[in-house]
């Protein structure tokens, strides 16, 4: 399909400002969340991204009228006739999102069962939705599975839990407040993730009537209640995104002003881009990222989850790392085959080499498992164009980074994915100065 089809002029730098929205990883989870009110909602800051569109499809199948408000980037969303959605409606609408394993706990909370098909998403590790299933019966959901999907019951309502995650998982953590706020009695759940993201949505369900407190020691405790009204929230910005603008800068010897940006949420990437060589400064509106000029420096990093060096981070700024002077270690310790995307990258110039072992730093749950999960990057490399065919969301943008710092034309197929968690990316690329093109303008523009 030509409009899934960029084409992506390169050697440019990229200049000038662009705004970041309401985070993809906190929008989607708090839509979920007004399910369990009794009264509408009102969220605020929210991007135009395909996720979005994607959970209001589904919100309104379950009869939450949702309507866009008077302010750019408002939802309201009042889930007082809530009811069951056709199974064939709900598999049809989700295409391949993982976001309805999440309406589990809220519709049990409203309806008493609920129905979730064959889930996708990025193809960038094992995301099992087993752990989910296994936590839904610690709270007294009765599943069953049948070829269409599976369906969930509470004939006994939900009951609160002890749960330890083997993994500080997000998609864990989130499925766990969202069951145990309304569950009967109280949840204690350790080795939480504590992301900013998973923050802001308690701050939500807070706001709703929730009773959570959060310990230093990733310990989470709910105590349920037996109803919770609307919220209004305006949702934290996306650093997932931020950073992403930041290492474009980068890689393409740019300035980026990003507007929206904060400090707060991206001090670990800020002192990483600095150990590279990238500049920046901060702003009450925003953060200006760019190339001062000059050799970068390389690095050793590992990727963790909250407050270590975010995984979503480390594709793009791996782009950046191809510019930088000597041998740079990656080591992804979230995600087993996220470093996969540097085959791209090696086709277009780049000499990075992937290894099964744990290099630059502490051991991981992957070492022993023979995933390449540790990278080795030597530059400056001079990238060239080429045909680059996206496999998830990270790398998606990663490659536009890549074929923007690239000398010649590159052709990007499925660009779709991106549209997942970067709102209008094309008309903010254009804004700084990129030169991309549909081919179907190339086309009509040679007739």
Known sequence: MQDD?????????LEGEVRVKGAKNL?????????????????????????????????????????????????????TQVEQANVADIDAHAGSSRIPILFCGPLLHRLGRAFIPDLGGCMIGDRPIDFHLSVLREFGAVITKRPEGLYIEAPNGLKGTKVS???????????????????????????????????????????????ISVTTDRVIRITGVSKLVGYDHRALPDRLEAASWACAALATHGDIYVRGARQLDMMTFLNVFRQVGGAFSIEDEGIRFWHPGGPL???????????GFQTDWQQPLVVALTQATGLSIVHETVYERRLGFTSALNQMGATIQLYSECLGGTPCRFGQRNFQH????????????????IPDLRAGFSYLIAALAAEGTSRVTGIDLIERGYEDFQAKLEALGARVELPMRVAESVA
């Not at 399910?35 to 009102?42: D, K, Y």
């Not at 135009?48 to 919100?59: F, N, P, T």
């Not at 420096?297 to 407050?307: F, G, K, M």
């Open 374 to 389: 540790s990278a080795v990057i030597s530059g400056p490399a001079k990238l060239h164009a080429t045909d680059l065919d």
């Open 27 to 79: 929008v989607p989870k708090a839509m979920v969340a007004a399910l369990l009110g009794e009264a509408p909602s009102r969220l605020r800051n929210v991007p135009e991204i395909s996720d979005v569109r994607i959970v209001k499809g589904l919100l309104q199948l379950h009869g939450v009228a949702v309507r866009e408000g008077e302010e750019p980037g408002e939802l309201l969303m009042d889930p």
């Open 297 to 307: 420096n390389a690095i050793a990093l590992e990727t963790d989850v909250h407050p």
């Open 165 to 211: 995650l083997p993994f500080p998982s997000v998609g864990a953590t989130e499925q766990v407040l969202l069951a145990a706020v309304r569950a009967e009695g109280t949840t204690e759940l350790s080795n939480a993730a504590v992301e900013p993201e998973i923050i802001d949505l308690i701050c939500v369900l807070q706001k709703m009537g929730a009773i």
């Open 5 to 13: 089809v960029l084409l992506v002029h390169g050697g440019s730098p």
